[in-house]
């Protein structure tokens, strides 16, 4: 897997986290099945720090999806889009996309060849 997506799916790791603390009825049932959440502030400031080293054009099309879908990069699992779990064609396959970023035909997601 390319470097860059493995940032973009630790800067979503971090926004579902985000978007947990951000849930007061969430947070409250986390923090009473014993998770211990840490403060927003440390969440978004590691989400700025890894932010800045994802190329702005990729950032920017994660953050269009993010607004969209709560989980917006998937790896491809059983040739599926887990997001919309459509079949992909055999062509996502071929050896020449293999180290690229694809897009779902059908949801849109951004989906990588683990
Ligand atoms: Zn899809």
């Known amino acids: 897997m390319r470097e ?3 940032l973009l799916v630790a800067l979503q790791d971090l926004d579902i986290m985000i978007k947990e603390v951000k849930d007061q009825h969430t947070s409250h049932e ?3 099945m014993g998770f211990k959440l840490t403060g ?3 969440l978004q400031d590691a989400r700025d720090h890894l932010a800045e080293k994802i190329p702005a054009a990729l950032l ?12 917006a990069i998937l790896p491809v699992t059983s040739n599926k889009c887990l ?15 293999s180290h690229e970023l694809l897009t779902c ?6 989906l990588y060849i683990p």
Do not use: H, M, Q, W
Not at 60 to 71: G, I, P, S
Not at 83 to 97: D, Q
């Open 40 to 42: 927003l502030k440390e």
């Open 30 to 32: 986390l923090k009473s």
């Open 83 to 97: 997001g919309c779990f459509v079949k992909l064609p055999t062509s996502f396959f071929s050896s020449a996309y």
């Open 60 to 71: 920017n099309r994660y953050d269009k999806l993010a607004a969209r879908f709560t989980v």
């Open 105 to 110: 035909e059908s949801c849109g997601r951004l």
């Open 4 to 6: 860059e997506f493995r």
